[in-house]
């Protein structure tokens, strides 16, 4: 165990355990009739959820590493990207093949008619090339072009949200019905979209050392004794 321990981290431990008992309990709640009355639609949902959570994920461990200074969040980010990207795969599989049966004639008219799925097709689209040159060969290879392919991000992060919100229910504007859920995912990103521009990385940065500046000036700072 202790062997285990000094080559995985807890935290990438915990990670994979997260990212693979999702899908094995998705797949044992199939197979035994314990999801929704709609099970496909329940499948559909909630991988396409996993992967708005692990996209969210990954984009917080460079803000998060900003601001506590956890560079171990740097090495899991390729992790997360890529279980967001199974997520959405298996997502879309679903779509194709258990709820309309690869019939594509019905698939591409119903992509044309719902924005939502136009969304979803962009992103899916977005995330291919993201994902297959998330190796370490892919960034030796693309050298500058990596880092300007990786920067799509910032376009498929908010489509993936637009596309959650409009496969809810309810009223954007009055805040009503099934949107609240995807409006806080929605806000999160753009938080996080915000925190990974690099003006404003340096700016937390600067402030983060002099708070701990002033701090450790603080608690080194003779105690005066009493007279």
């Known amino acids: ?21 999702t899908l094995v309990i998705l797949i044992f709640q199939f197979f035994t009739n314990n999801l929704t009355a709609n099970p496909i639609q329940a499948l559909e949902q909630r991988t396409g959820r996993q992967a708005l959570v692990f996209l969210v994920l990954s984009l917080a461990c460079t803000p998060l590493n900003t601001l506590f200074k956890w560079s171990e969040l740097l090495k899991r980010r390729r992790a997360l990207g890529l279980y967001a990207f199974m997520y959405a795969t298996i997502h879309v599989l679903i779509y194709l093949d258990l709820d309309y049966g690869l019939a594509w004639s019905f698939i591409v008219r119903d992509v044309f008619e719902k924005p939502r799925l136009i969304a979803g097709l962009i992103a899916i689209l977005i995330m291919i090339p993201l994902a297959w040159t998330s190796f370490d060969i892919w960034k030796k290879r693309l050298g500058k072009n990596w880092k300007r392919l990786h920067q799509s991000i910032y376009i498929l992060a908010p489509i993936v949200i637009l596309h959650y919100i409009w496969s809810k229910k309810g009223n954007l504007f009055a805040l009503q019905g099934e949107i609240i859920r995807p409006l806080i995912y ?3 990103v753009v938080l996080l979209l915000i925190f990974r521009i690099p ?22 700072q003779p105690k005066t004794t009493p007279q």
């Open 186 to 188: 929605g806000l999160i």
């Open 1 to 21: 165990m202790k062997k285990f321990f000094t080559r995985f981290t807890p935290l990438q431990v915990a990670m994979h355990i997260y990212g693979w008992s």
């Open 199 to 220: 003006f404003v990385r340096k700016f937390i940065a600067s402030l983060r050392d002099r708070v701990l500046a002033l701090f450790r000036k603080r608690t080194l």
